[in-house]
C-alpha cells in the first residue's frame, strides 16, 4: 500500500445526468479555434491552420451551476461555449473511423479565458497558461452517456448573456469534427479514460463580469445557467 507525505487531493469528477455515480477526470484538452468564424473574429484564416491544442488542469473543471468565482488578477474575462466529449477508453494514433468508440459521452462548457492575460502573453510570445489555466475556469454541465443522446451532430450550441444571446453556432460549422479532433490530438498523446476535450467555440465570444447571469446549452443534450460572483477584492 502507498504512504503518501501528505493527504492525496480528491480526485475531479463531474455529475453524470440521472445517475449517483460521478465521471471521474483525468486531463482536459481543448481545441483552439475550431470553428471558421470564431478563427475569423480571433484575426485567423481557418482555411490554413490544423488543429491546435492546450490544456486546463482537471481541477478547473466545475459544475456551471450556482455562482460562479469572478477570478483575480483579470478586468477582462471571456465566455467560450463549447461542446464536451468526456473519453471512456483510451489509446494512441487512432483512426478517425475508430475515434468516436472512445468516448464515452457529451455536455457542454464554457472555456473562460482571462482575455487581458492572454493577449499580453501572445505579445510576449509566452504560454497562455495563467489565461487559460485558472482555478474555475472550466465550468462544465453534467455529462449524458453516448448511449442516452448518441453522437451529437447538427446541433445548436448557445450562450446568453442576462438574457442576451451573445453566441448562437451549429455543430456544423466546426472545422474538425469530433472523430477528427480525438484522431489528431492521440497522435500527440496517448488519450487515456477520463480525459475530457473541449471542442471549440462558435463566434461572438465576449466579457463575463461580476454579477451576469448566464445560460448556455447544447440542443438535445443539455444546458446549465449560473452567475458570476463578485470580483475579488484588489
Known amino acids: 500500500?502507498?504512504?503518501?507525505?501528505?493527504?492525496?487531493?480528491?480526485?475531479?469528477s463531474l455529475a453524470i445526468a440521472g445517475s449517483s455515480e460521478r465521471f471521474p477526470l483525468r486531463r482536459v484538452f481543448c481545441v483552439g479555434r475550431n470553428y471558421a468564424a470564431h478563427a475569423r473574429e480571433m484575426g485567423n484564416d481557418p482555411d490554413r491552420e490544423p488543429p491546435f491544442f492546450f490544456t486546463k488542469p482537471a481541477d478547473a473543471v466545475v459544475p456551471a451551476a450556482g455562482t460562479l468565482?469572478?477570478?483575480?488578477?483579470t478586468r477582462d474575462m471571456h465566455h467560450e461555449i463549447e461542446m464536451?466529449?468526456?473519453?471512456?477508453?483510451?489509446?494512441?494514433n487512432v483512426a478517425a473511423a475508430d475515434a468516436l468508440s472512445l468516448?464515452?459521452?457529451?455536455?457542454?462548457?464554457?472555456?473562460?479565458?482571462?482575455?487581458?492575460?492572454?493577449?499580453?502573453?501572445?505579445?510576449?510570445s509566452r504560454p497562455w497558461d495563467v489565461a487559460k489555466g485558472f482555478d474555475a475556469s472550466a465550468p462544465c454541465s453534467e455529462l449524458h452517456p453516448v448511449a442516452q443522446v448518441g453522437h451529437p451532430s447538427g446541433a445548436r450550441i448557445?450562450?446568453?448573456?442576462?438574457?442576451?444571446?451573445?453566441q448562437d453556432g451549429n455543430l456544423d460549422e466546426m472545422i474538425w469534427p469530433v472523430a477528427d479532433v480525438i484522431a489528431h490530438l492521440s497522435r500527440y498523446v496517448t488519450l487515456m479514460p477520463g480525459d475530457l476535450i473541449f471542442t471549440g467555440t462558435p463566434s461572438g465570444v465576449g466579457p463575463l463580469s461580476p454579477g451576469d447571469r448566464v445560460r448556455g446549452g447544447l440542443d438535445g443534450v443539455t444546458g446549465f445557467q449560473l452567475e458570476v460572483g463578485p470580483a475579488p477584492a484588489a
Open 84 to 92: 464536451v466529449v468526456a473519453l471512456g477508453k483510451g489509446g494512441a
Open 103 to 124: 468516448v464515452w459521452g457529451y455536455g457542454v462548457g464554457i472555456d473562460l479565458t482571462r482575455r487581458d492575460l492572454q493577449a499580453v502573453a501572445k505579445e510576449m
Open 69 to 73: 468565482p469572478y477570478p483575480p488578477a
Open 158 to 166: 448557445w450562450l446568453e448573456v442576462n438574457g442576451t444571446v451573445k
Open 1 to 12: 500500500m502507498t504512504t503518501f507525505a501528505i493527504t492525496p487531493p480528491a480526485i475531479p
